[in-house]
């Protein structure tokens, strides 16, 4: 029933910043933390970040300090707020709903409980 669509994603330079997004439809998402994950080919999603339904916050060492993941009151939208991006950044994000777990959040396993979406492609040039 839940359908996630992902948005925002372009080519930008490196030390740019981006802000994409994640929606959720079809029923409430709310009682789940979100999760944004990304893809190169040829390699496993890896987690990014995670927002729990009380709105704390986890991150990949990769992207703390630069990377912020938000949640409207709603509990159904994520943002994922990015600076200072760099080539290594570049990836289809994809964002799910799952529920929160210390694996989870220290990329052990993939959370995604629902259907994924077409994801977005961040492309992040020298």
């Known amino acids: 029933q839940v359908r996630l669509v992902e948005s925002g994603g372009r080519l930008v330079q490196a030390g740019e910043s981006l802000r994409i997004s994640c929606v959720a439809s079809?029923?409430?998402?709310?009682?789940?933390?979100i999760y944004w994950l990304r893809q190169v080919p040829g390699k496993e999603r890896e987690f990014v970040a995670a927002?729990?339904?009380?709105?704390?916050?986890y991150y990949t060492d990769a992207v703390k300090g630069r990377f912020i993941i938000s949640r409207d009151s709603a509990g159904n939208t994520a943002d994922l707020a990015m600076t200072n991006l760099k080539p290594e950044d570049t990836a289809v994000y994809y964002c799910?709903?799952?529920?929160?777990?210390?694996?989870?959040?220290?990329?052990?396993?993939?959370?995604?409980?629902?259907?994924w979406g077409q994801g977005t492609l961040v492309a992040v040039s020298t």
């Open positions: 927002i729990s339904p009380k709105n704390y916050t």
């Open positions: 079809g029923r409430t998402i709310s009682m789940y933390a």
């Open positions: 799910n709903a799952d529920l929160l777990t210390p694996s989870f959040t220290s990329g052990v396993g993939t959370p995604g409980r629902f259907p």
